[in-house]
Nanobody, 115 residues
Framework: QVQLVESGGGLVQAGGSLRLSCAASGRTFSTYAMGWFRQAPGKERELVAQIDSSGFTKYVDSVKGRCTISRDNAKNTVYLQMNSLKPEDTAVYYC?????????WGQGTQVTVSS
């Protein structure tokens, strides 16, 4: 069982930056593929970025060049650095972890970008 706790969300003006963190419990964090998803009001949850256990990353086109996902296995934490934020980035951001077909989710953190 893995517990994921997100932090770092908040209100920011367009063009600003935020760094989201997701702290995981357990001793096997380094073996998990981790991801950040987001869900805006009235929309489906969508993938933002992923990082696998080897450090390979993947991004949705809308955030390429603006966001960077990274992980610190010593701290059991995955990060999402978001720059040049836009109002359309407003959403609840969720962290997830995947290992051996089992998917875990955090509770989410709100990101609001004002124009």
């Amino acid at each position: 069982q893995v517990q994921l706790v997100e932090s770092g969300g908040g209100l920011v003006q367009a063009g600003g930056s935020l760094r989201l963190s997701c702290a995981a419990s357990g001793r096997t964090f380094s073996t998990y593929a981790m991801g950040w998803f987001r869900q805006a009001p009235g929309k489906e949850r969508e993938l933002v970025a992923q990082i696998d256990s080897s450090g390979f990353t993947k991004y949705v086109d809308s955030v390429k060049g603006r966001c960077t996902i990274s992980r610190d296995n010593a701290k059991n934490t995955v990060y999402l650095q978001m720059n040049s934020l836009k109002p359309e980035d407003t959403a609840v951001y969720y962290c997830n972890g995947l290992r051996y077909g089992t998917l875990y989710w955090g509770q989410g953190t709100q990101v609001t970008v004002s124009s």
